[in-house]
């Protein structure tokens, strides 16, 4: 048990080292209101006048105070001079000639062996970090102090609370220290040790109010009750003593500090401990053996061992797993690079790989949110494409009236006695140009998205790449040169595609429908709702009795301008324009379909072939070729400054959380009971 604060105060100096604060160690926190006798607590449990006094506030940063038991100077002095002991042995401190003395994390290898001395470096140490008027700083000061008659103990000595603020303090000093004492206290592992005077109300006491917002239960405070001689005479504290006021779980234990004038005097603390003990016997003889100064140091001692009894197992497995995530952390960092040719052709042999599989679908990083690479491009081809050309109506933007006008300018000025093939051509093309225009959206969709694969295997698949900013760009630009130049061609393809298509109409098209089947189709549908024969002679009879029906007779005397007879926007047709109309818009639809059935199956194929699959042929050799350069190897591989910084950083922590396990390895199940 003895062993378990000295491995908590190794366990402080590994994670100082490199300023980390993730792994939360047991320790002891003291807090009290400005002048409520923390400082002479602390002292007391030295058994040395070390800190710093005066009015106001004075403890300006929290002073991190390790307490470390050591033999006597004569003892070892005989473990130096190797009475039967080896050299160097744990307790031995060779090369130190003090009963006691202290040293500084701030500084490196200088004992100090005279305690004026430690005062003064506090105080030098916390002007350097919060200036010398009075300002607050949270960055610790360190200090170890090795006696042969302190206990092994940890404790956090805090700013005092305080209300107005003084010399170059901003106004919310009270904020800003309660804040820091929270940040300290907040740690589930640490004990809280609430100083508050005697001849103040404890109803009213700043500490113990702190300790209760983050220790509701009292679990983990423990209540010192300082300057008992100054209490209003015929008053005592012992209902306070004995938790009848206000109850606290850990106990609550009684001090006398030193008055101003012994401090004046330089009256010794081994006298005024003695003091203590004759005013607590006279005092509160109940309560002599269960209070003062030695008390105090022994039930702290005690409270802080089994408390970090109790946490060492979360605190292995904290480690544990925090060794895990930080040595992931460091391979995801990858090496310092040293071989600037091989690292570069990995990388790029790296991204072209993962590229072209993300095309494929066996990329490592699958994305779960939306469709991406390969998959994106097929709902292009066969969902937004497809749709999209299934949509485009075949007879779409032709009237009858526009069909009827094409079919007699092809006749000229002779009368058809057929509908001519000319008209059909003339109006098929038009609708065939249709689909030209949703071809060439495809080709720019699928473009855009060999665009996001390049994003896509930069954040997920390629770690490496981040590293090396000026490289990562560099491969952008390649690949998006790549694409730029295949896209026109890829373009120019499919264009061809549809002037294929209208370069010749194939009427012999085994899927076109027969121009006399049709026609013939068309006449019986009409016999089956006309009389054609009755209807035939009736329109006959009308003809003969007027031979000039339709520009009627010109009256005599007038001159008639037929060119001045407007042109009808819309008429009835008659049965043998209808049936012409009809006749053209079935062979329109039906050779439409076969052309878009073409072209549905022929632009995700042209695709393919000239834009994705050469792209996937030719990128890595297009990457080795423009990168792959001695002058640029050397700019291409510079990394970022964050990732060089937080490679440094990592590898830090992972060093001290391999200490650190190694130190909780040392102590044997056995040491914990």
């Known amino acids: 048990m003895e062993t378990l604060i000295p491995t908590i105060n190794r366990l402080q100096e590994v994670f100082l080292t490199v300023g980390a604060e993730i792994v939360q160690l047991p320790q002891i926190v ?269 039930t702290l001692s005690r409270l802080l061992m089994h408390h970090i009894r109790d946490c060492l197992p979360d605190l292995k497995t904290r480690v544990t797993v925090l060794s895990a995530q930080y040595q992931a952390r460091l391979n995801s960092y990858g090496q310092p690079v040293e071989d600037h040719s091989a690292t570069l052709l990995q990388i790029v042999t790296k991204f072209a790989s993962d590229y072209c599989n ?102 997920f698949s390629t770690q490496e790449l981040l590293r090396f900013p000026k490289l990562h760009d560099s491969i952008v630009e390649v690949v998006t040169g790549l694409l730029r130049k295949r896209l026109p061609i890829t373009n120019e393809m499919v264009h061809n595609l549809v002037a294929i298509e209208l370069a010749y109409i194939n009427t012999k098209h085994p899927d076109f429908t027969d121009a006399a089947q049709v026609s013939a189709s068309v006449n019986s549908q009409q016999a089956e709702t006309l009389d054609g024969g009755k209807r035939w002679k009736n329109e006959k009879v009308v003809e003969d009795k007027n031979p000039a029906a339709g520009f009627g007779s010109p009256s005599k005397g007038h001159a008639i301008n037929l060119l001045d007879t407007a042109v009808p926007v819309s008429r009835k047709l008659s049965a043998r324009e209808q049936r012409d109309c009809e006749v053209i818009q079935r062979l329109i639809k039906s050779y439409f379909l076969i052309v878009r059935k073409s072209i549905q199956d022929s632009v995700p194929k042209t695709v393919m072939h000239f834009l994705v699959n050469n792209v996937k042929e030719h990128l890595q050799s297009e990457l080795v070729g423009q990168l792959y350069k001695q002058p640029l190897l050397q700019e291409l591989l510079i990394e970022s400054q964050d990732t060089a910084q937080q490679r440094t950083e990592v590898a830090q922590m992972l060093e001290a959380l391999k200490k650190a396990n190694n130190i909780i390895s040392e102590i044997r199940e056995t040491h914990l009971w």
């Open 30 to 298: 003291v807090v009290g209101s400005q002048s409520s006798g923390k400082s002479s607590v602390l002292e007391s449990l030295v058994g040395r006048d070390f800190l710093p006094r005066g009015s106001g506030i004075v403890t300006r940063r929290p002073l991190v105070l390790q307490l470390v038991n050591v033999p006597p100077m004569q003892e070892r002095l005989k473990i130096e001079n190797g009475n039967g002991i080896k050299q160097n042995a744990p307790n031995s401190y060779p090369g130190v000639r003090a009963e006691e003395w202290g040293t500084f994390l701030h500084c490196k290898n200088q004992i100090f062996t005279d305690f004026q001395e430690i005062r003064q470096e506090i105080e030098a140490e916390t002007e350097r970090g919060s200036g010398d008027n009075k300002g607050i700083s949270p960055e610790a000061i360190y200090l170890k102090i090795f006696s042969p008659k302190v206990l092994n103990l940890t404790l956090v000595d805090l700013p005092g609370i305080t209300k107005v603020p003084v010399g170059d303090q901003p106004e919310d000093i009270e904020a800003q220290v309660q804040e820091m004492i929270l940040s300290f206290i907040s740690n589930p592992n640490c004990l809280i040790l609430a100083v508050s005077p005697a001849n103040s109300d404890l109803a009213t006491s700043d500490a113990l109010k702190l300790a209760r917002e983050v220790d509701p239960d009292g679990r983990r405070t423990l209540l010192v009750v300082s300057k008992l001689d100054l209490m209003d005479a015929g008053t005592d504290a012992l209902e306070v003593l004995l938790g009848r006021v206000i109850p606290v779980r850990l106990g609550i234990i009684g001090v006398v500090n030193r008055s101003q004038h012994d401090i004046n005097t330089q009256k010794s603390l081994e006298d005024s401990m003695k003091d203590e003990q004759v005013f607590l016997q006279r005092h509160y003889p109940s309560l002599a053996s269960r209070a003062g100064s030695r008390y105090l140091a022994k």
């Open 358 to 459: 993300t095309i494929e679908g066996t990329a490592r990083h699958i994305q779960t949110s939306e469709l991406c690479g390969g998959a994106r491009i097929c709902y292009i081809f066969h969902e937004t494409f497809g749709r999209t050309l299934q949509s485009i109506d075949p007879l779409a933007g032709l009237t009858g009236l526009d069909i009827l006008t094409a079919i007699r300018n092809a006749t000229g000025p002779r009368p058809a006695l057929f509908v001519p093939e000319v008209s059909f051509e003339l109006l098929v093309k038009r609708q065939i140009k249709r689909l030209e225009e949703p071809s060439l959206r495809c080709v720019e969709l699928v473009h855009e998205e060999l665009q996001r694969i390049i994003q896509h295997c930069s954040s």
